[in-house]
């Protein structure tokens, strides 16, 4: 079985510039997480979707970053514009059910 | 909100050394409880889990047991292998499937 795509898996990027990242989860998971991870710290949900629909987005900051899983299946992060702080990695993970979460390899992204 | 506490690293150890690597929770209700671990290069992958109160969970010979009471969950190995090195990570589920880390505890196992 597949695991989890992401693409790209380095970025590097200045500041203000726009960037986009995407995920390809396990078929048949239909439910979709995109988390930040900071170095030194654990992951952090950024949102999560169900299907096409959005569960949870609280912790996306809406003003830079947006997220959309068309048609249930993949899904892009864009980050619009990017600060020095969006430095971080991009960890994509898919779920057939509660609590087995399955994650992708990351993207590191570093933004100068 | 909820939290995750982990022990700071890096643990260093020698090859067949006791691992103990403590975490403690803070959540409402009564959360789900997980160790993950990320190999160098690797995406994080679920290492085991307890989902109530004295509930044991076990993989590749590391063990954790759910502790209500001093709201704990330790993850421990008898002997580690270099292949142990890796860097671990408490997490909690309060709310469907939303995951809660802590920040992670680099293991260093030397031969």
């Known amino acids: 079985e597949a695991g989890v795509a992401q693409s790209p898996r380095y970025?590097?990027?200045?500041?203000?510039?726009?960037?986009?990242?995407?995920?390809?989860?396990?078929?048949?998971?239909?439910?979709?997480?995109?988390?930040?991870?900071?170095?030194?710290?654990?992951?952090?949900?950024?949102?999560?979707?169900?299907?096409?629909?959005?569960?949870?987005?609280?912790?996306?900051?809406?003003?830079?970053?947006?997220?959309?899983?068309?048609?249930?299946?993949?899904?892009?992060?864009?980050?619009?514009?990017?600060?020095?702080?969006?430095?971080?990695?991009?960890?994509?993970?898919?779920?057939?059910?509660?609590?087995?979460?399955?994650?992708?390899?990351?993207?590191?992204?570093?933004?100068? | 909100?909820?939290?995750?506490?982990?022990?700071?690293?890096?643990v260093t150890l020698s090859e067949e050394a006791?691992?103990?690597?403590?975490?403690?929770?803070?959540?409402?209700?009564y959360p789900s409880l997980f160790w993950y671990v990320q190999y160098p290069g690797e995406g994080l992958q679920l290492l085991l889990k307890a989902t109530k109160a004295d509930d044991k969970g076990s993989n590749k010979g590391f063990e954790a047991t759910y502790r209500k009471e001093t709201t704990s969950f330790h993850l421990e190995k008898g002997s580690v292998q270099v292949s142990d090195s890796a860097v671990y990570f408490c997490a909690l589920s309060s709310y469907g499937n939303k995951l809660v880390f802590g920040a992670g505890t680099i293991l260093r196992v030397k031969s």
């Open chain 2, 18 to 29: 006791f691992l103990t690597i403590n975490c403690t929770y803070t959540a409402t209700g």
């Open chain 2, 1 to 10: 909100g909820d939290s995750v506490t982990q022990m700071e690293g890096p």
């Open chain 1, 11 to 112: 970025k590097i990027i200045e500041k203000r510039q726009s960037v986009a990242f995407w995920c390809n989860p396990i078929s048949g998971h239909a439910t979709l997480y995109w988390y930040q991870q900071i170095l030194g710290q654990g992951p952090k949900l950024l949102i999560q979707f169900q299907n096409n629909g959005v569960v949870d987005d609280s912790q996306l900051p809406k003003d830079r970053f947006s997220a959309e899983r068309l048609k249930g299946v993949d899904s892009t992060l864009k980050i619009q514009p990017a600060k020095l702080e969006d430095s971080a990695v991009y960890l994509c993970a898919s779920s057939p059910r509660s609590y087995e979460q399955y994650f992708g390899p990351g993207t590191r992204l570093t933004v100068t």
